[in-house]
């Protein structure tokens, strides 16, 4: 085979593979999305995080704002300690209240930023100070039952 | 009918024959890599077996991607719609084939198609002394017959997988938005929203050239090391075509508990 | 004398799997002359030829060409030496995926900087030696057998070497072409004023055309001389191989107990059934 004509082929070739790859980032995959610009990071204290993943999203009235970087554990306090990125667009008061939402019944959860109306706002690598725990649900139903309970104990 | 003790021997004789050619293949594998100068220096040496191994391998890719993509498509309606989430079909077909199906089938197809046509071309050149001959002639076979075959196919390989997968999803969008009437924005925003580039695509991308590398040394590897006769080149490509499936299936296990542990 | 020859191969030994296959060989190859390696199939001719070549390391003795010690080399510097070496393989062994013309092109592409007009001239010159100037845009499949050794032939001369190889040269030759591929080694060796040693067992082609003949039998040299002198030999082994007898030194008959121990009751027929 002619040496420019196979070049061609090759090039064609690499040329849909790149554009394979660039679809599966863009359309399939949600690089334009998630590439948060230039972030800044918060930390907060939970109790109990639940079910609460890392790449979990941080939304703020609902709208996506930044992403889980990190949980670990304080062996201090025994308390998980949770880091975000957040948009660097975006900035909160300090009396911000970080509490860990479930999106529906059963879908995944989320770390919901309600804003307060402090003047001052939290600066990179600041703590959350307010903040509560992912509702369990076991727990949930746990008192639930003990308080049906103790109320049929009470009405004898 | 041989007795048990002459079946301990062979098994014992295959054990040591398989552990002697993992050896062989290792050292080899370094030799490519050192011999890799003149396949990276003179690239139109690399960018033919480029073309043989992947642009030729494109239909066949291409073909099954799409078909793949409309099985799933169809079977994943089926399943989600019992639980009333056939917007989810999206997230489905795209995960399922960027994380496993992509690379594995692509890889399967791939060591059929451009492994197999490798070690037959190299154990052909090795039955007509054209190795021995270039040796002679002062050239090294490994620098200028085994090296360009080997990063041709390593190169080829991501770029099939990565065809594959989206000409999988485009099958899968066929079949649920087009066909059986799925929301068309429901199906892209789930799917973007469920699927991480980092962790989804990257570590897809990262199988495929793993299982290129593992392919290609392979092919070459049996070729190479082929009987010099014409039932020792046919023995030679069935086995690259067995070992391939089964490193590629054994691979991808171990790639996959590496990469998605839960979080 | 020691001064004249190239190769100069000394008590050369080879153990293939432990199986001896040369047990001290000593030959000196001229300068400038043609000599032909002889003996029955499987003797140790091709794997002598590949120790000279280097391919092969003996397990003992020596092989010098010009001032190297061929055993004692190393891979680079085996391949520095090789570009001076040419050699035809049994079957000419071209690369099929490459035209006649980049066949005879290879050597030249690979080791020389020249342009491609330079390689162009080049090729042709050995092409039109060969009298193949007019198939060089063929691909080696259709070539015929005896067109195909030409052109491995001008494949092995392209870098002009010193030491010129032939493996088997005339196998599965038909007269003509054979008659033609004896001439051109004889031309070509004398026309690059290069040494040619032949591995091969064609007798009545090689006393035509060689200066000087050994041969092998069980991996020693058990005969050698001019041509003249071998067709006049009387050594038993020569007389047999040179007059094709079917019965000599070497027997026809592969090594069996007599007949009467075979064919009488409890002989080996018996024991088999």
Excluded at chain 2, 68 to 87: D, M, N, P
Excluded at chain 2, 181 to 190: C, L, M, P, T, Y
Excluded at chain 3, 193 to 202: K, L, N
Excluded at chain 3, 240 to 250: C, K, L, R, W
């Amino acid at each position: 085979m002619n040496r420019t004509v196979l070049d061609l082929w090759v090039g064609f070739f690499v040329a849909l593979g790149l554009a394979a790859v660039l679809f599966l980032a863009l359309k399939v995959g949600n690089l334009s999305s998630a590439h948060l610009s230039d972030t800044y990071v918060l930390q907060a204290r939970f109790d109990n995080i639940g079910g609460l993943k890392v790449r979990g999203p941080v939304r703020s009235a609902g709208v996506l704002v930044g992403r889980i970087a990190d949980i670990g554990f304080d062996p201090e306090s025994y308390q998980a300690v949770v880091t975000m990125n957040i948009d660097g667009r975006y900035r909160f008061p300090r009396d911000t209240f970080a509490s860990i939402y479930t999106a529906g019944l059963l879908g995944e959860q989320y770390i919901g930023l309600d804003v307060g109306g402090d003047d001052k706002m939290l600066q990179a690598g600041d703590m959350v100070r307010m903040t509560q725990s992912a509702v369990v649900l076991e727990k949930l139903l746990g008192q639930f039952l003990f308080n049906k309970a103790a109320e049929g104990q009470e009405s004898k | 009918m041989p007795g048990p003790l002459e079946l301990v021997r062979r098994l014992g004789s295959s054990v040591v024959d398989r552990v002697w050619r993992l050896g062989f293949a290792t050292r080899f594998f370094f030799a490519i890599l050192l011999h890799s100068g003149t396949a990276l220096r003179r690239l139109s040496l690399t960018l033919r077996e480029i073309y043989f191994s992947g642009v030729l391998s494109l239909l066949i890719i291409i073909v099954s991607g799409l078909f793949v993509g409309l099985v799933l498509g169809l079977q994943g309606y089926e399943t989600l719609q019992r639980f009333g989430s056939t917007e989810a079909l999206g997230v489905l077909v795209s995960l399922s084939l960027v994380r496993e199906l992509g690379p594995v089938v692509a890889g399967l197809l791939f060591a059929s198609r451009a492994g197999s046509s490798i070690t037959a071309e190299i154990g052909l050149m090795k039955t007509t002394e054209q190795l021995k001959a270039m040796d002679m002639m002062a050239v090294n076979p490994i620098a200028r017959v085994v090296a360009p075959r080997f990063w041709g196919g390593v190169i080829s390989m991501p770029l099939l997988a990565a065809m594959f997968s989206a000409m999988g999803v485009f099958g899968g969008w066929l079949i649920g938005v087009v066909f059986i009437g799925v929301d068309d924005g429901a199906f892209w925003s789930q799917m973007q929203s469920s699927v991480d580039f980092r962790y989804d695509i990257m570590n897809g991308v990262i199988k495929s050239v793993v299982f290129g590398f593992a392919v290609s040394l392979i092919a070459v590897f049996e070729g190479y090391d082929s009987a010099p006769t014409a039932e020792g080149v046919s023995r030679a490509i069935t086995r690259t075509v067995v070992t391939s499936a089964m490193t590629i299936l054994a691979l991808d296990f171990i790639l996959t508990s590496f990469m998605f542990r839960g979080n | 004398m020691a001064d004249d020859s190239l190769v100069d191969i000394r008590d050369l030994h080879f153990h293939y799997d432990g199986r001896p296959v040369l047990q001290g060989i000593d030959m000196k190859i001229p300068r400038g002359k043609v000599v032909a390696i002889m003996g029955g199939s499987g003797c140790g001719k091709t794997t002598l030829l590949r120790c000279i070549g280097g391919q092969l390391k003996p397990t003992g003795g020596s092989v010098r060409l010009e001032n190297h010690q061929v055993c004692k080399m190393s891979e680079a510097e085996l391949y520095r030496l090789r570009r001076r070496m040419g050699m035809l393989f049994q079957f000419g062994a071209l690369f099929t995926d490459l035209s006649v013309f980049d066949n005879v092109a290879f050597p030249l592409r690979e080791h020389t900087d020249l342009s491609e007009e330079m390689i162009r001239d080049l090729v042709l010159m050995k092409l039109e030696a060969v009298g193949l100037r007019g198939a060089h845009a063929l691909m080696p499949a259709s070539l015929s057998g005896g067109m195909a050794r030409r052109v491995a032939l001008a494949r092995a001369v392209a870098l002009d070497p010193t030491l010129i190889m032939y493996d088997e040269p005339f196998t599965g030759l038909d007269p003509i072409a054979l008659g033609v591929i004896g001439r051109l080694i004889r031309s070509l060796n004398d026309a690059l004023g290069a040494t040619s040693i032949m591995v091969t067992h064609d007798i009545q082609e090689s006393l035509l055309i060689v200066d000087y003949i050994y041969f092998l039998n069980g991996g020693k040299v058990v005969a050698q001389g001019a041509p003249d002198e071998i067709r006049a030999s009387s050594d038993p082994f020569v007389y047999q191989f040179v007059h094709a007898e079917p019965d000599g030194p070497v027997h026809f008959d592969y090594p069996a107990p007599t007949v009467l121990q075979d064919f009488l009751p409890g002989g080996a027929h018996a024991r088999a059934a």
